[in-house]
């Protein structure tokens, strides 16, 4: 694994970490099942882990190859966290675990890919001698080529190999894939968000003004300025595990190893503020479909809900929802930051007062 992939995969690990303790006895419940029936030699081959796979589906996975690699496990499955499979699976750095992931530019996972980082090493010998493991992140991500090779893999799977495949959007993978594989719903996990930081999206979308072009850029700029603060707190954290794992695991990143996990980690704080604002606007949209008494994700803006639900009809509060979901979607894609958010918000009606244009 090249140091860029061992970056990635540490980015991708601390959201997991975090996603764990947010999702608690639930993940914990699931993963004692998946261990019990790993140390009956009842496990299926393939799971399917539907979820946020850099939040609660991602935790898993990391739980279950925590359970395949582990040299001493417990009389239930459960890895003793201390031999030097499980210290190099918590970095993701297993010899035998072949993690194959969406390219940077394109976001699809090209046939060649497949084969050179998932089917060919796992049909090779282990080299500790033990399981082998291919983690597929964001499958949905296989166009039709890379899907049937995985397929092909999955009719036949090699001896002692487990696959686990990682989605949040399961119902785009082919459905002979799927019937291959045993699904758990992951789930999403919760916010990775502070509340300080939580509270700060909201207010930038609550903030006072009036309909037109200057306050939806003002708009923009506030929600630009809340990412300004992400990206820095991504930095901050980012410094602080460049230490730690120098010191406790002997890693040591460059400096364009570390800008690398640190733009990883700001995606996924990016992702959550994003997912805020579409709830905001969804709450605006059920107070103006069901009264002021709907069930919201922010009660405690119930009021400013019913003001501006007053200013609208309810095809605009729609209209509104759509242009958040299509920010995630543009910030997903890598789209610049500064135009995704101009072109939400171009098609936004804030509500802040008088009627849309």
Known sequence: MGQDDAVRQLAFLTAASAAASRKGGRLETVLHRVRRAFAK????????????????AGALADGILRTVFCASPGPEGEPCGECASCRMQSIRLHPDLHILSPEKKSRVISVDAAREKLVTPLSASSFAGGWKAGLVEFADCLNESSSNALLKTLEEPPPRTMFLLLSDRPENLLATITSRCQRIDAGRA????????????LSALAAPGRDGVLARAAAAAAMEAVFAQLEERAADETAEEAKRLSGEGGIDMDKDAAAALASARFRGYRRDAAILAEAWFRDIAAVKCAGPDAPLAFPQYRD??????????????FANVEAMEALSESLARNVPQAAALAAAFANVATGGGGRAE
Not at 47 to 53: M, T
Not at 190 to 201: I, P, Q
Not at 304 to 317: G, N, S, V
């Open 41 to 56: 030699g009842r496990a299926a081959c393939a799971y399917l882990a539907a979820g946020d796979v850099r939040g609660a």
């Open 190 to 201: 919760g916010s990775s968000l502070t509340d300080g930081e939580k509270e700060a999206v």
């Open 304 to 317: 400013e809900y019913a003001r501006r639900a007053a200013a609208m009809d309810a095809a605009r509060c």
